[in-house]
């Protein structure tokens, strides 16, 4: 059930405050403040260099932030000892921009790499997880094939199979149409859809696909390189139309004749 705050107000799935992201001297956003509700399909988009898929990076603690707080619902995750921040990973998956599959196992594998370390399920067991979660993922029939066999839109399918092993809360995806024909991408987008409605996941995605943006995205925030902070927050069709800024409606009016 989804927990509420006092006054029956949901939780957010995550939550960002004051967030600063910073290499060294060099700080690459700051003041970045924003809610990505359950449920959602939350769009980090802006141009290159940004730092958009830095912020992913934060947002699941491989990258540490110069200031501010990360929430998972309402536990902080940026105070969290690192056994607790262990399990507070195990609510997310991750589908990375390559895939990031082992080229040496076959897709039933690489699913169950995950269920191997973090499960107590018996092999045969196993092995009919990894088989279900490549089934939800229209590949079914492919368990035994490795990554050199498939095409890239499938490798990017299977890599999702993998990231949804331990029933995730929470899924991250980094440019999941990038390297996709059209139609590969769309069928990409489909499935999240699909996904989010299924499982009932979050779905936090970088990506500066248009298609991709105006198909799937519930909210979204803009990462602005120039004055290193997000320059606006909203459903990308209303900031497209409607945003005060220039520079957001040029970014998502790109193409237009």
Request: proline share 4%; with cysteine; glycine share 10%.
């Amino acid at each position: 059930m989804e927990a509420s705050l006092a006054g029956g107000t949901p939780v957010p799935a995550i939550t960002v405050r004051d967030l600063t992201m910073a290499y060294g001297d060099f700080v690459l956003q700051r003041h970045l403040d924003f809610t990505i509700g359950s449920g959602d399909i939350f769009v980090i988009m802006g141009g290159s260099g940004c730092g958009k898929s830095t912020l992913l990076r934060h947002l699941i603690g491989l990258n540490e932030p110069r200031k501010g707080e990360i929430f998972y619902g309402t536990e902080s995750f940026t105070a969290a000892d690192e056994e607790r921040r262990t399990e507070m990973l195990r609510r997310i998956g991750v589908l990375y921009q390559s895939g990031a599959l082992w080229s040496s196992m076959t897709l039933a594998e690489n699913v169950s790499l995950p269920l191997g370390e973090f499960t107590s399920l018996q092999p045969d067991e196993i092995r009919e997880v990894a088989e279900l979660k490549l089934a939800l993922v229209g590949l079914a029939g492919f368990e035994d094939y490795y990554p050199s066999d498939i095409s890239g839109g499938m490798q990017k399918r299977a890599g999702l199979a993998r990231a949804m092993a331990l029933d995730p809360e929470i899924l991250f995806f980094d440019e999941p149409g990038a390297g996709l024909d059209p139609i590969s991408a769309r069928l990409l987008d489909d499935l999240i859809l699909e996904l989010r409605d299924s499982l009932g996941a979050t779905i936090v995605i970088v990506t500066h696909e248009l298609a991709s943006i105006f198909a799937i995205a519930t909210n979204s925030i803009f990462l602005d390189a120039e004055s290193r902070t997000m320059i606006a927050t909203g459903l990308p069709t209303e900031l497209r139309d409607h945003s005060p800024s220039d520079q957001v409606r040029r970014f998502l009016r790109r193409g237009e004749s």
